[in-house]
């Protein structure tokens, strides 16, 4: 009789296993990356989905905006000015595109880390690089209206395009 308890046991436990390892949810600000024994086999959408149990597996990639921010990213000017520059991106990861994420880079974070990092500090060095900081004040910071503005409040008139020419009757 214990041999009969014994083995009914295990039948349980086994059938407990495969049922709960059956099936998967997946939320609506994710997508679930579908997997064979590590391999890609296809994407699954929000809700309840059913899988073969202790051969496949889901992993879920979010698919939400993100803003990654870097504080403090070095760069110098045109003329060799050292700045340390607040840079932030805002990005998410394309529903139609996660197993192609998962696939390449395992997670958006990977991704941010190997492939935008990388760019964005590039791109830093040469938009940042292509300008002159010496020559920029704080009033030239400001658009070119600005001082024309200025100079109008101070009660001085502003040169424009009329002033000075000849007019004909």
């Known amino acids: 009789m214990p041999r009969g308890i014994i083995g009914a046991v295990a039948a349980v436990i086994v059938i407990v296993i495969i049922a709960a ?11 679930g990356v579908r997997l064979r024994y590590g391999a890609v086999i296809g994407t699954a959408q929000p809700g309840l ?3 073969v149990p ?12 993100f803003t990654y921010a870097w504080d403090k ?7 060799q000015q050292p700045a340390d520059l607040k840079i932030s991106v805002t990005l998410r990861a394309s529903p139609d595109k996660v197993a192609d994420l998962y696939a390449k880079f395992g997670g958006l974070d990977t991704a941010v880390k190997q492939v935008v990092s990388p760019a964005v500090n590039q791109q830093v060095k040469i938009v940042f690089g292509g300008i002159r900081a010496a020559a920029r004040t704080p009033d030239q910071a400001t658009p070119r209206r600005a001082p024309r ?21």
């Open 149 to 169: 503005a200025r100079r109008e409040r101070q009660g001085r008139r502003a040169p424009g395009p009329h002033r000075g020419a000849a007019t004909r009757r």
């Open 73 to 79: 990213m070095n760069s110098y000017s045109y003329d």
């Open 21 to 31: 390892g059956s099936w998967y949810t997946v939320d609506q600000t994710e997508r």
């Open 49 to 51: 989905g059913f899988k």
């Open 54 to 65: 202790l051969i496949d597996s889901v992993e879920r990639v979010s698919v939400k905006t």
